[in-house]
């Protein structure tokens, strides 16, 4: 009887915790982190951005945020989704290559190269969901990839080829997130848009078609909130928008020497087994067995705007030397210039890869949500730091990281929320409900086995009584 009982009990438990978890899932905080490509730190200041000033005024600005170097697309967004520093995640350029055979893959062929990407940090992704939480990510750099067997739960890739430029395509893609989170239920969605690089790149980030691109993001950004409202999200939603990088005008012959490699005296592409050269103002060198000094000697002091290290003698600071994908000859230009290899091949207005410190690679940080504070400014902040407040918001356990939440917990309103810091209304009844017919159910199941102990003692008293009685009453007959 008694284990009856208990198999009923652990039944009712069960059916009245499952209400109670989804409760506690409608109840937490969700986090959306979206980035717009190449916004530089201060594009807002020459155009027109409503709704990103009230974004700063209704949470939270910094003055800029100082990406990781080196300064483009895929190390730069892992570093936001690692909070570690390029060296440590291991993701060290847009560009996979094998110094064996030469070969190199383009940006978006790199992001299917799961060795590329899962070399031993855990995206933010990963983490949460391994932690019971559901997480989804839009052409996000890292997206494609698998990660020690496991990848983001939700997600789309765009396709080669994609136009990253398309105001409507945006508004799509924004509402397949609102969907996510109120369809699906999810708790992180990054979210990836590829402007205003392009239009930086193509068009010079002191050109119109940049502040037009800028006014799109502009509306994207107010269109994001509309919708989020419209969804019921309005005060269960934080949103963080940040950026990989900012942007640098290129500076054109005559009016500067630019850089060729081939062009510096002692130095011979026929000494270098492996080169990484022409994208934008940053260089690798591999140089044959016992050819190193030689070229190091040849372009260390080949042009005034041009660094040159070995690997070991990059400043510590960039916090890049350190990984053995790294090759032994590390370049980079002063804002401004770009490296090329054999002659001029780079077109581009406008640039980035440049020296993180170079006020042109700043970028932004914009919070909002029920978790942070109002109309607060705060000093500039690294985007390493970002990865360690999105787990706080999302109240996961992070991975070890070069971040720490001690350096934006002033941005949030409390020490940590992770769930709604009270629970509805109605949830706190539910769970006053749950526990009193917990409370009444074992009540209930000692009154019985109490019950049935006793009747069974007074059962057995009562036969005792009667085997007695006839015994007593068979040995007076035969006396």
Not at 383 to 395: D, F, I, N, R
Request: with cysteine.
């Amino acid at each position: 009887m008694l284990w009856k009982l208990l198999v009923c009990f652990a039944l009712l438990s069960q059916a009245l915790s499952a209400p109670l978890k989804d409760l506690r899932r409608k109840a937490r905080v969700k986090v959306l982190l979206i980035s717009f490509d190449g916004f530089r730190w201060d594009y807002d200041q020459d155009v027109d951005t409503p709704n990103l000033d009230a974004m700063a005024r209704e949470g939270v600005k910094a003055k800029y945020a100082t990406p990781p170097y080196l300064t483009i697309t895929s190390p730069s967004h892992f570093t936001l989704l690692t909070g570690k520093y390029i060296e440590n995640h291991g993701v060290i350029h847009n560009m996979w290559f094998n110094t064996t055979t030469g070969q190199k893959l383009p940006y978006y062929s790199t992001q299917f190269v799961n060795e590329w990407w899962d070399s031993g940090s855990l995206p933010i992704w990963v983490t949460a969901q391994r932690q019971g939480l559901k997480a989804g990510s839009v052409h996000f750099p890292g997206t494609a990839a698998t990660y020690q067997g496991e990848k983001v739960g939700i997600s789309e890739v765009e396709p080669r080829f994609y136009n990253y430029s398309n105001e409507t395509v945006w508004r799509e893609k924004i509402d397949m997130v609102m969907d996510w989170f109120t369809q699906q239920d999810l708790d992180f969605v990054t979210l990836y848009f590829g402007e205003p690089d392009l239009a930086g790149h193509k068009h010079g980030p002191d050109s119109q078609k940049r502040r037009d691109m800028v006014s799109q993001v502009d509306r994207t950004v107010g269109y994001l909130r509309s919708q989020a409202q419209q969804h019921g999200l309005e005060n269960r939603l934080n949103l963080v928008i940040t950026a990989d990088h900012g942007m640098s005008t290129v500076l054109r012959k005559p009016a500067v020497k630019e850089i060729v490699l081939s062009q510096i005296p002692g130095f011979s592409f026929q000494d270098i087994k492996f080169h990484l050269v022409d994208y934008g103002p940053t260089g690798f060198l591999l140089p044959k067995d016992g050819q190193l000094e030689k070229v190091y000697n040849a372009l260390k002091n080949g042009h005034p705007n041009l660094h040159v290290y070995k690997k070991e003698e990059l400043p510590a600071r960039l916090r890049y030397a350190n990984n053995p994908r790294v090759l032994p000859i590390v370049m980079f230009a002063d804002p401004g210039y770009v490296i090329n290899g054999y002659f001029t091949v780079q077109n581009n207005k406008g640039e980035h890869g440049f020296d993180n410190e170079a006020m042109d690679m700043k970028t932004i940080f914009r919070a909002i949500g029920p978790d942070f504070k109002k109309n607060l400014i705060v000093d500039p902040i690294e985007t390493v730091e970002v990865y360690a407040l999105m787990c706080e918001l999302l109240g996961i356990k992070s991975e070890p990281n070069d971040g720490s939440i001690e350096r934006t917990r002033h941005m949030l309103n409390t020490q940590g929320n992770k769930e709604s810091e009270t629970y509805s209304l109605e949830s706190q009844v539910f769970i006053g409900l749950v526990s009193l017919a917990c409370f009444l159910f074992l009540t209930g199941v000692v009154f019985i086995v109490h019950t049935a102990r006793r009747r069974r003692k007074e059962s057995k008293r009562s036969k005792e009584i009667i085997h007695d009685g006839r015994e007593a009453k068979e040995a007076a007959t035969s006396f």
